[in-house]
T-cell receptor
Framework: KQEVTQIPAALSVPEGENLVLNCSFTDSAIYNLQWFRQDPGKGLTSLLL?????REQTSGRLNASLDKSSGRSTLYIAASQPGDSATYLCAAPNYGGSQGNLIFGKGTKLSVKP | DAGVIQSPRHEVTEMGQEVTLRCKPI?????LFWYRQTMMRGLELLIY????????DSGMPEDRFSAKMPNASFSTLKIQPSEPRDSAVYFC???????????????FGPGTRLTVL
């Protein structure tokens, strides 16, 4: 069964810093990996989905990479802002499935201080 | 589109009572997922449907939990009887037909925060 781990569990940085959030997964037979953002008391917002054929996916100040061979993905946030403060979760499909059954990491709680 | 809609947003009930959570997926999506989030266990998949048919319910914790999808625009998750350890945030998510979407991209509702006293 797929297992997803995120390190660190929490991160506090001053505004303007570039930062990297890490995600590792045990079953590399995946079609894609998805990064989400969760604000306190709110649902999940999809940030980026990386297909297995891609190595990187970018959206604004966010860049996600995927290395299936090592079972790792990173989310890079450039020039962090206080509005980026949230919990970031990565999710990988179970059994490499093409539909359904995402396995989530516990998340990294990010705090960006003005 | 209004996105995935869940109701109620908050539910407080007493142990032993029946609880029904509701979800309306995004129109045109044919996959629907129910997740539970707790501090201890994080986000866990409970069950998912494709074209209103349950595909995998292996995450449903006990027989006290049941889920239905009577049509493409409505699903319920029922807990009967409820227990304090069921307290969690329950999320519903949906995704597009396989041939129309990036694989697995799921769109989440705002969740229902359940407290069982």
């Amino acid at each position: 069964k797929q297992e997803v781990t995120q390190i660190p569990a929490a991160l506090s940085v001053p505004e303007g810093e570039n930062l990297v959030l890490n995600c590792s997964f045990t079953d590399s037979a995946i079609y894609n990996l998805q990064w989400f953002r969760q604000d306190p008391g709110k649902g999940l917002t999809s940030l980026l989905l990386i297909q297995s054929s891609q190595r990187e996916q970018t959206s604004g100040r966010l860049n996600a990479s995927l290395d299936k061979s090592s079972g790792r993905s990173t989310l890079y946030i450039a020039a962090s802002q206080p509005g980026d403060s949230a919990t970031y979760l990565c999710a990988a499909p179970n059994y490499g499935g093409s539909q359904g059954n995402l396995i989530f990491g516990k998340g990294t709680k990010l705090s960006v201080k003005p | 589109d209004a996105g995935v809609i869940q109701s109620p947003r908050h539910e407080v009930t007493e142990m032993g009572q029946e609880v029904t959570l509701r979800c309306k997926p995004i129109s045109g999506h044919d996959y629907l997922f129910w997740y539970r989030q707790t501090m201890m266990r994080g986000l866990e998949l409970l069950i998912y449907f494709n074209n209103n048919v349950p595909i995998d319910d292996s995450g449903m914790p006990e027989d006290r939990f049941s889920a239905k999808m009577p049509n493409a625009s409505f699903s319920t998750l029922k807990i009967q009887p409820s227990e304090p350890r069921d307290s969690a945030v329950y999320f519903c998510a949906s995704s597009m037909p396989l041939w129309e979407r990036s694989y697995n991209e799921q769109f989440f509702g705002p969740g229902t925060r359940l407290t069982v006293l």
